[in-house]
């Protein structure tokens, strides 16, 4: 992914190299600093089984009115990156992104997280893995904080859990901070829905039949550079649900033959959606209407991750 440090204001980048040297913080036990935070790993259980799989989380705690990045940040910023060091036969797959929130002004719009939020990470343990010793997880974090201004920070973490041969045990510590954490993930969306997208020039025109008439929603793209972020998203409700007008962005250079992200209705809920493009019809509302012609929808825009060994970069 493209550096995006280009596009902040000069306020923001003024404070690059100092925050570099007073944010860069080792291992604590718990709440390592970080600009306006602090930032934890935790694990799910109370040691590995060799041969299951389990969870790590970086939870972050922020001051009020500062925020991390989104995996698409928006027009500005960029997500926290992760290189980790871990032992062999012990492996990480894919960040697991809660939905994330609008925020920034009318003019420059941001996604993202505020306050308490925790990114999970799925961990797997070979079955060769060897029992009866510890495990030292490592994590290198370079992580954006901004408000007015962004600040960048780094943190090393590292947590030593045990290798068992028995199932492992819950955390009770970090139990209701997963918990929070996969209620604050994007669902599957029902069987039922019906959500196609059509390429209407400037723009693509979303519609979803859910069944039920809603009041409001919005689309958060996980790629970047394909939906104009700071624009007005056009809501109109038609029969059994509604439609999404989102403008193109100015830098979208290549036709998108998918659109992923994640559909948030009233009341935050958010739905993961992995639909494909298709040329606009005379009426884009009723695009798809008839079950001939309808597209799949796909609810699996993030999908079980596949699994990454250590150094890599999680995204």
């Known amino acids: 992914m493209r550096r995006r440090y280009a596009r902040l204001s000069f306020s923001r980048v003024a404070v690059f190299a100092a925050a570099l040297l007073l944010y860069t913080a080792g291992a604590r036990a718990e709440g390592t600093p970080i600009p306006h935070g602090t930032l934890e790993l935790v694990a799910e259980n109370q040691w590995i089984e060799a041969g299951r799989a389990t969870h790590l989380g970086l939870r972050f705690q922020l001051e009020k009115g500062w925020h991390i990045y989104w995996v698409n940040p928006g027009d500005s910023g960029e997500p ?31 996604f993202g997280y505020e306050d308490d939020v925790m990114l ?27 408000r007015e201004m962004c600040i960048p920070g780094t ?6 859990l045990p290798v068992k041969s028995q199932p492992p045990v819950p955390d009770a510590r970090t139990a209701d901070w997963f918990a929070a954490a996969r209620k604050a993930l994007p669902r599957p969306a029902p069987a039922s829905w019906r959500v196609s997208v059509a390429d209407a020039g400037d723009s693509f025109v979303l519609t979803a039949k859910i069944g039920q008439h809603i009041a409001q929603a919005n689309f958060f793209p996980r790629e970047e550079s394909q939906v104009k972020d700071a624009a007005a ?7 059994g649900g509604f439609r999404l007008t989102l403008r193109k962005s100015d830098q ?45 929808f796909v609810a699996a825009v993030f999908r079980p991750p596949s699994v990454v060994a250590a150094p890599q970069m999680a995204h």
């Open 233 to 239: 998203q056009q809501f109109a409700k038609v029969p």
């Open 120 to 146: 999970i990470v799925p961990m797997h343990a070979e079955t060769a893995l060897a029992t009866q010793g510890l495990a030292q997880i490592g994590a290198a974090v370079k992580v954006l904080v901004c």
């Open 80 to 110: 926290p990156r992760v290189k980790w060091q871990l032992p062999a036969g012990v492996s990480v797959g894919e960040m697991e992104w809660p939905t994330p929130r609008r925020l920034g002004t009318s003019s420059i719009v941001d």
């Open 252 to 296: 979208l250079l290549k036709p998108v033959a998918r659109l992923k992200g994640v559909l948030v209705l009233a009341g935050d809920r958010g739905y993961a959606i992995d639909v494909p493009v298709t040329a606009s019809k005379a009426d884009a509302g009723e695009y798809g209407s008839s079950d001939g012609d309808r597209p799949a």
């Open 155 to 160: 943190a090393q973490l590292s947590l030593t």
